[in-house]
Nanobody, 124 residues
Framework: QVQLLESGGGLVQAGGSLRLSCAAS????????MGWFRQAPGKEREFVAA????????YYADSVKGRFTISRDNAKKMVYLQMNSLKPEDTAVYYC?????????????????WGQGTQVTVSS
């Protein structure tokens, strides 16, 4: 079993920045792929970003490309999402997720463990 705990969400004005953190524990291995998803009320959960253990593979949703950056600290079993130039449409609950594999993917069904989520609200 893997436990994930997100933090760093909050309220920010459009154009501002937030840095989300996700701490992994339990049976987590640094070789697992990690990703971020988000879900707004009444919307489907959507892919945001993912990164494999070495950083050789990274994926970003088109909606966040150039604004968000995913990073990892394998020694600390942490993954981060730096969010810059935030827009009101970025408002959602953001979830950290783990894929028990060496590679990464973009579909929620490809991920095995999920955190509880952290709320990000961007005001206009």
């Amino acid at each position: 079993q893997v436990q994930l705990l997100e933090s760093g969400g909050g309220l920010v004005q459009a154009g501002g920045s937030l840095r989300l953190s996700c701490a992994a524990s339990g049976g987590f291995l640094s070789t697992y792929g990690m990703g971020w998803f988000r879900q707004a009320p009444g919307k489907e959960r959507e892919f945001v970003a993912a990164r494999n253990w070495s950083g050789s593979i990274t994926y970003y949703a088109d909606s966040v490309k150039g604004r968000f950056t995913i990073s990892r600290d394998n020694a600390k079993k942490m993954v981060y999402l730096q969010m810059n130039s935030l827009k009101p449409e970025d408002t959602a609950v953001y979830y950290c997720a783990v894929r028990v594999a060496l590679n990464i993917a973009t579909a929620p069904s490809d991920y095995n463990y999920w955190g509880q989520g952290t709320q990000v609200t961007v005001s206009s």
